[in-house]
């Protein structure tokens, strides 16, 4: 990849709707998923449903970290961040997502000591300037961003650090795709695999979905042409009557993965019983946590946590969202109520969330246009 505009160009984006279109039975409906919320954004950012034909849709999964964090966490996260002589991290999406007594920036308003941190080596940097206060991490994210926790835990341990600790949130891909396949709301016809979760577990792992459920899967790229190319390996693999798991994104994501990246998180975390997804309810295996080797960098350990459910509110419908049911314009409080400046659940909130993609780029309505397709 030399310029990012090889990958926005409109003749070749043109060119590639036009054999999408010639792949398409007449009369079938095709419904495909993108996992990963950056697709989501991507797609409604340069209006790449335009340039699909009318019976191929795209729905959105639960590939969005923030947004699949329960009410509950935020709560227990707030509660530590109030205990004597805390410092509480977090990245910057995770400040305004809402639990049942507020967000972080509600909790800062009040008295807690919370910071917005860019990388978990900002909090380290804060634990070892700030020997005298106890600095937590709340950590976030898919296997994409597990790795960098896991080698700052390491590198607190071998400096000795022992006022830096992780409440660890990270959430694996694969359990929360076999949940959405096992679930009967959703019919689907093909996945376009999360590019940026895909650079460290690689394709590998995706290949029962293939072959335990017949569905077809291309892990894709960020890029317009990167998306119109996925979903026309797609719907050939549908016309050839073949199943397989392919990798489009080649320049970036390797077959086997980041072998040195996932050793990292095989050393440091483990896998949980279960764990509570919003929308999806409690999935096993769906989640990491620290090894018991590495409980003294253990927030869930070394605080009383108070581990309190905390239902959705009733009118927020993230959680149907997420899982591909609904359209977010489908919500009753989309765009009125809930906004990116007053939002109701995390879909609103997050960079990644595909209300706030619906919304950011003025998709309020069903509504489609075929100019692109017949120019």
């Known amino acids: 990849m030399r310029f990012v505009d090889e990958y926005r160009d409109a003749d070749r984006a043109r060119a590639l709707a036009t054999q999408i279109a010639a792949l398409c ?13 950056g697709h989501t954004h991507t797609i409604y950012k340069h209006g790449l449903e335009d340039y699909l034909p009318e019976n191929v849709s795209l729905v959105h999964g639960p590939g969005c970290p923030v947004c699949v964090i329960p009410m509950g966490r935020v709560d227990d996260a707030i509660a530590i961040a109030h205990e004597p002589g805390v410092i509480m991290t977090a990245f910057g999406d995770m400040m305004r997502v809402p639990g049942g007594s507020g967000s972080f920036f509600d909790a800062k308003a009040a008295g807690a000591d919370i910071r917005m941190v860019y990388s978990p080596l900002d909090a380290l940097k804060i634990a070892r300037t700030n ?40 959430v694996t891909i694969l359990p929360a795709i076999k949940a959405i396949l096992d679930s009967p709301d959703l019919r689907l016809d093909g996945f ?5 979760v895909s650079t460290v577990i690689g394709c590998r792992p995706y290949e029962f979905i293939a072959r335990d459920y017949g569905k077809p899967l291309v892990c894709a790229g960020f890029e317009p042409l990167d998306l119109l190319q996925s979903v026309f390996m797609l719907l050939e693999q549908l016309a050839e009557g073949r199943c397989e798991v392919e990798n489009q994104y080649t320049r970036v994501v390797p077959w086997e993965g980041n072998l040195r990246a996932l050793e990292a998180i095989g050393r440091v975390m483990e896998l949980r019983p279960y764990f509570e997804w919003r929308g999806l309810g409690f999935i096993s295996h769906s989640a990491l946590r620290m090894r018991d080797e590495y409980a003294a960098f253990d927030a ?3 605080f009383d946590v108070p581990g309190v459910r905390v239902a959705d509110p009733k009118a927020c419908q993230c959680g ?12 009753k409080v989309f765009g009125t109520a809930c906004t990116p400046e007053t939002p109701i659940g995390t879909c609103m909130v997050s960079s990644e969330g595909a209300c706030a993609a ?14 692109a ?3």
Request: charged share 25%; net charge positive; hydrophobic share 40%.
């Open 25 to 37: 039975e007449p009369g079938r409906q095709y419904k495909f998923m993108e996992v990963c919320g």
């Open 131 to 170: 020997p005298d206060r106890r600095v937590v991490f709340m950590a976030i994210g898919f296997e994409t961003t597990s790795p960098s926790t896991a080698m700052t835990v390491l590198r607190a341990a071998a400096e000795g650090i022992d006022n830096f600790s992780v409440f660890c949130n990270h």
């Open 192 to 196: 376009l695999g999360p590019g940026h």
């Open 300 to 302: 869930e350990r070394l």
């Open 320 to 331: 149907e969202v997420l899982k591909g049911v609904l359209k977010p314009w489908e919500c």
């Open 358 to 371: 619906y919304y950011n780029f003025g998709r309020f309505t069903r509504q489609r246009l075929a100019v």
């Open 373 to 375: 397709v017949r120019a």
